[in-house]
Structures are given as C-alpha cells and as structure tokens.
C-alpha cells in the first residue's frame, strides 16, 4: 500500500506543476495615462447618429437654463463658507428662480437645509429668503453682481447682524 501512496504523491505533484506552468500568466499593470482611447475603432453611422443626438438634446436643455443655475457656495469676507445653494433658473420657460439652502457650518441634522422661500432677481441684484428652523423671519442674502460677474453683498441674519458676503459657482464634481 506503502508504494501506491508514494506513486500517487508523485503523480499529484507532477499533475500541480504541469498546472503551474500551463496556467496564464498576469498580464502587466498599464499606467492610467497611457490609455490612448483607441481600442473601440470608430463609429458606426447609427453610433453616431444616437451621439448626435444626445449631444443635442443635452444643448437644447443647456440653452433653456438661466445664468443662475447650478451649486452656489455663500461665503463670508474670511472665505467661511456659510451656505450652499442650489438654484433653479429656467429663465426661457416661466422665468421662474427657485433653490434649496444647506447651511455649511452647522454640519448635518435637523433645521439645516430647506428650501429657498423667496428668490428675485431684478437687474444686477438677487435676493434670497431661507428660513432656519423653525424662525418666523428669514435669513435674507442680498446681493449684487459686480462688472466682473462676482455676486457681493450681504447676509443679514434674524438678529439684525449683517456679514459682507459673496457667492461662486462651483463646479461639478
């Protein structure tokens, strides 16, 4: 029985090194940065035809938002930031501004964002109306657009406190 255990023992270890090298080897890690972009070839008439027309629809959408639209940071004359918006202007359709508020100091919870109660822009200035809590007056953001596309002014809180303020655009992502 002895030589039958010794000869299967051989047998397996030849069997699992003959696996070894007949198994695939990894491929080599590529760099992120050398990735070309050309591995798909190019376009079919109907790929490209859907491509168009996304990117169409996508611009037609694009052209019916106002200069308003998008995530704005509020922050004050240090570079606090106070406030986050997200504004909603289709300035073609209704003309219409509306938003929501995420105060940015106060960090997550109860009574830290709502939305915007009263959004007006009339020529180069903005006010914004947002209630924390459950306050009977508003936090009122008034601002106005400067010759260099900045939006300044002022934040005046319920207790009468007035803080120099300005407001920027972020970016996605």
Same mark, same amino acid.
């Given at each position: *029985? ?5 000869? %299967? ?10 696996? /070894?090298? $007949?198994?695939?080897? /990894? ?10 972009? +050309? ?6 008439? /109907? ?11 996508? $611009?037609?959408?694009? %052209?019916? *938002?106002? @200069? !308003?639209?998008? %995530?704005?940071?509020? %922050? ?11 504004? &909603? ?5 209704? @003309?219409? !501004? ?8 106060? @960090? ?25 809590? &459950?306050?009977?007056?508003? +936090?009122?953001?008034? !601002?106005? &657009? ?12 319920? /207790? ?6 300005? *407001? ?6």
């Amino acid at each position: *029985m002895l030589p039958f255990l010794i000869l %299967s023992a051989a047998l397996l270890a030849q069997d699992a090194s003959s696996a /070894q090298d $007949a198994a695939p080897s /990894q491929p080599a890690a590529v760099d992120v940065d050398a990735y070309r972009g +050309n591995y798909e070839g190019p376009k079919t008439a /109907q790929e490209a035809r859907y491509d168009s027309s996304i990117w169409s629809a996508y $611009a037609s959408k694009e %052209s019916e *938002m106002g @200069g !308003l639209e998008g %995530s704005w940071i509020v %922050s004050d004359g240090e570079g606090h930031k106070l406030v986050g918006l997200e504004l &909603r202007s289709d300035h073609q359709i209704s @003309g219409q !501004l509306e938003g929501a508020w995420r105060a940015m100091q106060a @960090g997550f919870g109860l009574n830290t964002s709502g939305f915007i109660s009263n959004l007006s822009l009339t020529g180069r200035d903005l006010e914004i109306n947002y209630r924390p809590g &459950r306050q009977r007056s508003p +936090n009122i953001l008034q !601002l106005h &657009r400067d010759t260099g596309g900045a939006w300044r002014g002022n934040l005046l809180d319920v /207790q009468g406190h007035k803080t120099p303020i300005v *407001m920027t655009k972020t970016s996605a992502g």
